[in-house]
């Protein structure tokens, strides 16, 4: 048993540790206040010192659809995810009222470029675990979200399903789509209906 690795870290608040510990499943608990606002090698009294990271090295790879070839690992650094999140915050007019809501994985380019979209903007986010057009939009609705970023495909069922059933309607100001090419009826369904 000494050879095994030791177990992964959760970073949550301190006042929450005791709610969502057995989340980590006897991960350690890292207070999130060792790591608020403090600069870079400072941390609260007893805690550990932690380095700014370098911004240009590699951060995660994520791979492409392979809707064009072969699925391609892609290179992201810090920088490069924070130069797309302002991107989108400029094209999407984005800001602290914002409510995105999240139908994309987490591990793909649309779910990481909307997390950090909403740290940067200090919007909220609001994830979905599962996918039913309906449900999705009466959830969307009781949120309040405001932007949807995705595939097509997503926003194309989400709005017949709006269609379909006008009482339930739509809270959404924005679509960021892409990953696929945009269908004609699907931008003169969002333009000309929503």
Do not use: C, Y
């Amino acid at each position: 048993l000494a050879a095994l690795p030791r177990p992964p870290r959760g970073i949550l608040p301190a006042g929450e540790a005791g709610r969502l510990g057995e989340a980590l499943g006897g991960a350690e608990a890292v207070p999130l206040e060792l790591f608020d606002g403090r600069p870079a090698g400072r941390a609260a009294e007893g805690g550990r010192p932690w380095a700014e990271p370098d911004r240009d090295r590699a951060a995660v790879v994520l791979f492409s659809s392979g809707t064009t070839g072969r699925p391609k690992g892609v290179v992201h650094s810090l920088n490069t995810l924070t130069a797309g999140a302002a991107n989108m915050a400029r094209i999407t007019g984005a800001g602290e009222d914002t409510v995105l809501f999240l139908i994309s994985p987490l591990t793909s380019i649309a779910g990481l470029m909307q997390v950090h979209l909403a740290a940067d903007q200090h919007a909220a986010l609001v994830l979905e675990d599962r996918f039913d057009p309906r449900q999705t939009l009466r959830r969307m609705r009781e949120a309040g979200a405001t932007l949807l970023g995705g595939a097509p495909v997503i926003a194309e069922r989400l709005l017949r399903a709006a269609t379909a059933a006008p009482e339930v309607g739509v809270s959404l100001r924005t679509l960021a789509l892409g990953g696929a090419m945009l269908p004609r009826p699907l931008l003169e369904l969002a333009t000309d209906r929503f």
